[in-house]
C-alpha cells in the first residue's frame, strides 16, 4: 500500500513486482535520485555490521540486505527513505557516531537518510509518507520533515508523538528531491522503479539534469 502511495507521487514510476536482494544489488543505484523501502528492518545494536533490510531471497542471496553489505553498493542518491520499524536504531561508537542501516548508506553515498526511531504500525508510515511526500515537492527534505510533523500533530488521528516523532533525518537535510516532471526541454524526465514483495516495497527514482542557471546539488 505505502509503495503504490509513493509511487502514485512520482511521474512516469514502473511498477515491478518479487524484487529480491540479487535484483536490488544488480540495479544502478547510482543513478536515481531518491529510493525508498518500505519494508521490515533487523537491527542488530550488538553487532552492527549484521543490521540489515529484509528483501526477498533467491539464488544465493539469503533475504537480508546487511550493514556490510550496503557499505558497498553504488549509492549516488539524494535521500533514502527506510520505512520499517526501528531502521534508524544502531550501536553508539565513540568517534563515529550511531553506527547502524542510516551510518552505512551515507558511507555508500546517500545524501541523506530518513528512518524510524522506533516502531511504528504500516497504516501511520503510510499516513506519514503520504504527507512527507506532500511536503517534499516544495521543500528541503528536513524542512519537508518539519512541515510532516506539524501536519500529524494538528491531525485527529495521528497526533500522539509516537506517530509525528517516529521518523528523523540523517545526513544533508537540505536535499531536494524532484518528483514531478520538469518541461522537456529543461531537463530529462526522470524514471521511477517501485518493487513490491510480501516483504519488501522498494521505490527509486532517477536523477534530473540540472536546470539551466541552477546550481548542483
Known amino acids: 500500500r505505502e509503495v503504490n502511495l509513493v509511487g502514485r507521487l512520482a511521474t512516469?514510476?514502473?511498477v515491478l513486482l518479487e524484487a529480491d536482494e540479487a535484483v536490488i544489488?544488480?540495479?544502478p543505484l547510482n543513478n536515481f535520485q531518491l529510493i525508498h523501502l518500505a519494508t521490515h528492518s533487523l537491527i542488530d545494536e550488538d553487532n552492527s555490521l549484521r543490521s540489515s533490510i529484509v528483501v526477498g531471497a533467491s539464488g544465493d542471496e539469503d533475504g537480508y540486505l546487511q550493514v556490510r553489505e550496503i557499505y558497498r553498493?553504488?549509492?549516488n542518491t539524494r535521500l533514502v527513505v527506510v520505512s520499517g520499524c526501528s531502521s534508524g536504531k544502531g550501536k553508539v561508537v565513540q568517534g563515529e557516531g550511531l553506527l547502524g542501516l542510516?551510518?552505512?548508506?551515507?558511507?555508500?553515498g546517500a545524501k541523506a537518510t530518513l528512518l524510524s526511531r522506533w516502531d511504528v504500525s504500516d497504516e501511520a508510515a503510510a499516513a506519514f509518507m503520504t504527507e512527507f511526500y506532500k511536503a517534499a515537492h516544495f521543500n528541503s527534505v528536513?524542512?519537508?520533515l518539519q512541515v510532516t510533523q506539524e501536519a500529524l500533530r494538528k491531525s485527529?488521528?495521528?497526533n500522539h508523538?509516537?506517530?509525528w516523532a517516529a521518523f528523523y533525518v540523517a545526513g544533508d537535510g537540505g536535499q531536494k528531491i524532484e518528483l514531478e516532471?520538469?518541461?522537456m526541454w529543461t531537463s530529462r524526465w526522470f524514471q521511477g522503479v517501485i518493487f513490491g514483495t510480501l516483504l519488501i516495497g522498494l521505490v527509486a527514482v532517477f536523477n534530473r539534469r540540472e536546470r539551466p542557471g541552477n546550481s548542483k546539488t
Open 156 to 158: 485527529d488521528r495521528w
Open 73 to 75: 553498493l553504488p549509492l
Open 102 to 108: 542510516s551510518h552505512a548508506l551515507l558511507s555508500a
Open 142 to 144: 528536513a524542512q519537508a
Open 25 to 27: 544489488k544488480s540495479m
Open 181 to 183: 516532471r520538469p518541461p
Open 161 to 163: 508523538p509516537a506517530v
Open 12 to 14: 512516469d514510476a514502473t
